[in-house]
């Protein structure tokens, strides 16, 4: 089980959003050190899109003020530099699970 | 370039089935290189995995929705399929066929389709 926290906050633009994602049970793999945490972002009407895989690694292509972090069970999403088209539903994914989302609104 | 497009066949009635296909473009869904999965998301919530098919014909199904759902795959016209029996207003989701990839990335979905919407009512 992925938990998220907050469910939602508000950001002035420009500024830094934090969203954290923890899980239930230790999902970094002994064999190769990797930790198996997605997270993917949805904009209002559209399907999810993945951001960052093995909890660290941007997609190509997406910008570099989004980075993730963390290991084991407590993960990281940081957004640094708000910008508008960041409003968005932010889940982290590990297998068949999901977090429940964070909103992100801009303040 | 990997695509997905959901279909299906519009609102369906209480009790009755679900179901959809996924129509796969840009890589043949034989390949080694993917796994595919199921994943809705009733109106104004979160997103909820259904299954995966794995390449080796075995699918994986959500526990909560074992009973009630098969995941196939038509390789002539490689598309994915959904099926989903006795459906009740719990049903009522946007729909998404995802692919994943196989070895070290995988564990997550790395392309989705739009998604489709489908409603259930009486």
């Known amino acids: 089980v992925l938990t998220q926290s907050p469910d939602s906050l508000a950001v002035s633009l420009g500024e830094r959003a934090t969203i954290n994602c923890r899980s239930d049970?230790?999902?970094?793999?002994?064999?190769?050190?990797?930790?198996?945490l997605a997270w993917l972002q949805q904009r209002p009407g559209q399907p999810p899109k993945v951001l960052i895989y093995w909890a660290s690694t941007r997609e190509p292509g997406v910008p570099d003020r989004f980075s993730g972090s963390g290991s084991g069970t407590a993960f990281t999403l940081t957004i640094n530099n708000v910008q508008a088209e960041d409003v968005a539903t932010y889940y982290c994914q590990h297998w068949g699970s999901f977090g429940q989302g964070t909103k992100v609104e801009i303040k | 370039q990997l695509r997905l497009q959901e279909s299906g066949s519009g609102p369906v009635k209480t009790s009755e089935t679900l179901s959809l296909t996924c129509a796969v473009s840009?890589?043949?869904?034989?390949?080694?290189?993917?796994?595919w999965g199921w994943i809705r998301q009733p109106p104004g919530k979160g997103l909820e995995w259904i299954g995966d098919?794995?390449?080796?014909?075995?699918?994986e199904y959500n526990l909560s929705l074992e009973s009630r759902v098969t995941i196939s795959v038509d390789m002539s016209l490689n598309q994915i399929s959904l099926r989903l029996t006795s459906v009740t207003a719990a049903d009522t989701a946007v729909y998404y066929c995802a692919s994943e990839l196989t070895g070290d990335r995988a564990g997550h979905y790395a392309d989705w389709g739009h998604g489709i919407l489908v409603p259930v009512s009486s």
């Open positions: 098919y794995y390449q080796d014909g075995k699918p």
């Open positions: 049970q230790n999902i970094q793999f002994n064999s190769n050190n990797k930790n198996y």
């Open positions: 840009g890589v043949s869904i034989s390949s080694s290189d993917y796994t």
